[in-house]
């Protein structure tokens, strides 16, 4: 294990507050995703980044957020707007920004919003 | 986009036994096809993976069949052991990963 981690393991937030989940990786790869994983579903993807200061909407963008600012580091905030928010996220990254690559994720982190 | 469709969702199978799991993909460019295995409570994690120039892939008790004409591919597990048990994830890559709903394969002793 090591290499990507999130922060924290689980999160309880109130309806209406915005709540941002950490993603930090050391295994210097271009590219960071965002997944939703819900019981019975697959991982659903929310957004990704190939390269610093640049990141792309994936299947379910809405009511969420990522910003790109460091190449190990790439930040959700999971806002109000998003009308389900209870679910599990889990972070990856991959050495290049193909997605032909293995992609190796980060332990998740379970929010609760109630 | 990219359709993934993952079957059986539950399986259950006696120790020793083989386990096969099958996928349908809809993107004829999709051309990385990774097989996910996830324990209860933590990250998936890579077990295999194939890619749409090759028809088969095996590393030891696992092995990937893919056939690109009629899009779609499979995970076989033999002599299945405890261990095995976990859910298992599809996927299928054109210019970002798409997941099946995934499979859950408990192993009996």
């Known amino acids: 294990d090591g290499g990507i981690t999130q922060s924290p393991k689980y999160l309880f937030r109130k309806e209406g507050q915005n709540v941002t989940l950490s993603c930090e990786q050391n295994l210097n790869h271009d590219a960071m995703y965002w997944y939703r994983q819900d019981p019975g579903q697959g991982l659903r993807l929310i957004y990704y980044s190939q390269i610093v200061n640049d990141f792309q909407k994936g299947d379910i963008a809405e009511g969420y957020s990522v910003s790109r600012e460091k190449k190990e580091s790439f930040p959700l905030t999971v806002t109000s707007a998003q009308k389900n928010p209870t679910a599990f996220y889990l972070c990856?990254?991959?050495?290049?920004?193909?997605?032909?690559?293995?992609?190796?994720f980060g332990p998740g982190t379970r929010l609760t919003v109630t | 986009g990219e359709n993934v469709e993952q079957h059986p969702s539950t399986l259950s199978v006696q120790e020793g036994d083989s386990a096969v799991i099958k996928c349908t993909y809809s993107d004829s460019a999709s051309n990385y096809f990774p097989w996910y295995k996830q324990e209860l409570g933590k990250r998936p994690q890579l077990i295999i993976d194939i890619r749409s120039n090759v028809g088969e892939k095996k590393d030891q008790r696992i092995a990937v069949t893919l056939n690109k004409t009629a899009k779609h591919f499979s995970l076989h597990i033999t002599e299945t052991q405890p261990e095995d048990s976990a859910v298992y994830f599809c996927a299928a890559a054109d210019y970002k990963l798409s997941f099946g709903a995934g499979t859950t394969v408990t192993v009996r002793a």
């Open positions: 990856a990254s991959s050495i290049a920004p193909d997605s032909s690559y293995e992609q190796y």
